[in-house]
């Protein structure tokens, strides 16, 4: 990505759609698709999870696969449907067999998410899991840190919560993560109030 191709461009999601389909700034662009995120460009809320799956890298899209159901009951559980947030991922392409992301994966692939933030201007961020919470809070581990909203500045608050998968592979916190959505429920309304 050239940044100043960036700075003369009129940022629309669209346009990164388009432009991170040409960018080879991450070797996983050589082994899978790009996985821009998707959902509502005025979303108060912005959901980011760590990086495809097979199924997000075959549909080219994000939280498509069996952790994206569970993402969708954790949204209605709390009366929201997909379309109304963002959901995205720190990594815009899926790491070979699904290992973690390397730190080097997660910074080349920064710019992109950081791009989304800035033209979606969510209030809230919802960080599903380690990767993404360590983005924004390094020394936060999501065992302490999911639950708790965290007040970025006045305009941005992160929540952390748990990634839909934990719960996948331990039953256990499913009704941790159910919890956690409960809490960022409230803490939504309370903004309204
Ligand atoms: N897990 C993620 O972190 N992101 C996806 O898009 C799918 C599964």
């Known amino acids: 990505m050239k940044t100043g191709m960036l700075r003369s461009m009129i940022m629309t999601l669209e346009n990164l759609q ?19 995120g998707e959902g509502n460009p005025d979303a108060d809320i912005m959901f980011i999870g760590e990086a495809p799956g097979q199924k997000e890298d075959e549909l080219r899209r994000p939280f498509v696969g069996a952790a994206g159901k569970f993402l969708d009951e954790l949204l209605a559980s709390i009366g929201l449907k997909r379309e109304e947030v963002y959901i995205s991922n720190v990594v815009k392409y899926r790491p070979p067999d699904n290992r973690d992301p390397t730190d080097e994966e997660k910074e080349q692939c920064m710019p992109w998410l950081q791009l989304e933030i800035r033209i979606v ?73």
């Open 121 to 193: 201007q969510p209030k809230i961020i919802v960080p599903l899991g380690r990767h993404a919470l360590g983005h924004f809070f390094p020394k936060l581990g999501i065992t302490h840190g999911h639950g708790k909203p965290q007040k970025m500045n006045e305009s941005l608050t992160v929540f952390p919560i748990y990634h839909p998968a934990a719960a996948l592979h331990n039953g256990g916190l499913r009704q941790t993560l159910l919890d956690d959505f409960a809490a960022l429920k409230e803490h939504l309304d309370s903004q309204h109030r």
């Open 18 to 36: 388009t432009e991170l389909k040409a960018w080879k700034g991450c070797a996983l662009s050589k082994t899978s698709n790009p996985v821009l």
